[in-house]
Nanobody, 112 residues
Framework: QVRVVESGGGQVQPGGRLRLSCVAS????????MSWHRQAPGKERQLVAA????????YIADFVKGRFTISRDNSKSTGYLQMNNLKPEDTAVYSC?????WGQGTQVTVSS
């Protein structure tokens, strides 16, 4: 079965950190690029970060640059989104996409 599954979301206080994981199965993860997206209630989905299959080429959206980092471990078929210095405006459902396959998402809530 082709799928990706996100984990690592939760509720944190402003300034806190979380690391999201995206585990792929049913296809060759190392052959495809992957990306993280988020969608807050009532807002459109945003591309947060993306990383190439190999070579390390990365994209980070300006609104999280300097706070979020995207990485991947192809040996584990897993991608990551390290989120530091979280802000209330980062509250959203975060989803990963790899090779056109989308996960269900994981909720991130930043509040005091």
């Amino acid at each position: 079965q082709v799928r990706v599954v996100e984990s690592g979301g939760g509720q944190v206080q402003p300034g806190g950190r979380l690391r999201l994981s995206c585990v792929a199965s049913g296809f060759t993860f190392s052959n495809v690029s992957m990306s993280w997206h988020r969608q807050a209630p009532g807002k459109e989905r945003q591309l947060v970060a993306a990383i190439a299959a190999v070579g390390g080429t990365r994209y980070i959206a300006d609104f999280v640059k300097g706070r979020f980092t995207i990485s991947r471990d192809n040996s584990k078929s897993t991608g990551y989104l390290q989120m530091n210095n979280l802000k209330p405006e980062d509250t959203a459902v975060y989803s990963c996409q790899a090779g056109g396959v989308w996960g269900q998402g994981t909720q991130v809530t930043v509040s005091s």
